[in-house]
Structure formats: structure tokens, C-alpha cells
């Protein structure tokens, strides 16, 4: 990271272990240089990837980049393809997945930063 006077550069961000096949590369956050107001990450969702379902305590934007990614927002099921985008409001039960036959590549604001203690994700 490049620290100037009014501007910081990332040029390392940190890569956040995943067992699922899940690329993380948090640029800005908690993580990677301690801010606690918001977090920035490039991710890369493999094939037939999901997690749980959740209620992240934080909103969170989402931006396609390539492929597609399915939402199950309250029951809804909603699929984004690429140069879409989403906002999902804290407090909101949510699942992420990639059924696809290709990569998702993705970028995912959270405001406040994203945090573990703060996903509240449900048991499979």
C-alpha cells in the first residue's frame, strides 16, 4: 500500500482465506488497512460456489464484472449478469451462489466494512 497525503494506493491487497474456491481480495477494510467504515473487494465465485444463507449487519453493493450470480433475497431469487448491480440493505436474509457454468467475477462494497461477527450466517 502507498501512502500519500491524500490518497493511499493499493498495490497488495489482502487475500482472504477461503476453503471453497472463493477468490478474496480485500483492497480496502478491515482486513486489509484497519478501516472500519467500509470495505472494498474483487472476488471470483467458482462454479456451482454458495454459502449459506445470512443477515449481514452492513449493506452491501454488488457489482458484475463477468459471468452471473444468483441472489435469494427473503425467498426471492434474482440473477445479475454482468455491468449490473445491487444494493442489499443490512439486517436482510440473503443467500449468494453461483449455479453456472462459468466464474463470477465481482466486486462487493460493504458499508460498514464487512466483518465474520457481523455476517450471521445460518446453519446448512
Keep these: 500500500m502507498i501512502k500519500k497525503k491524500n490518497y ?4 497488495s491487497p489482502f487475500i482472504v482465506p477461503t476453503t471453497d474456491g472463493k477468490s478474496i481480495k480485500e483492497h480496502f477494510g478491515l482486513a486489509s488497512d484497519g478501516n472500519s467504515e467500509i470495505s472494498i473487494a474483487h472476488m471470483i465465485a467458482p ?13 452491501e453493493f454488488t457489482f458484475i464484472i463477468k459471468g452471473k450470480k444468483q441472489f ?4 426471492e431469487i434474482i440473477i445479475l449478469e454482468a455491468g ?3 444494493k442489499i440493505e443490512k439486517n436482510t436474509r440473503v ?8 466464474p463470477c467475477e465481482y466486486l462487493a462494497i460493504c458499508k460498514p466494512a464487512f466483518s465474520m461477527d457481523a455476517v450471521n450466517r445460518e446453519s446448512e
Design 8 to 11: 493511499t494506493i493499493q498495490t
Design 47 to 59: 462454479v456451482n460456489w454458495s454459502e449459506p444463507f445470512q443477515t449481514p449487519e452492513f449493506d
Design 72 to 75: 435469494i433475497i427473503n425467498g
Design 84 to 86: 449490473q448491480s445491487i
Design 95 to 102: 443467500q449468494y451462489s453461483n449455479p453456472f457454468n462459468e
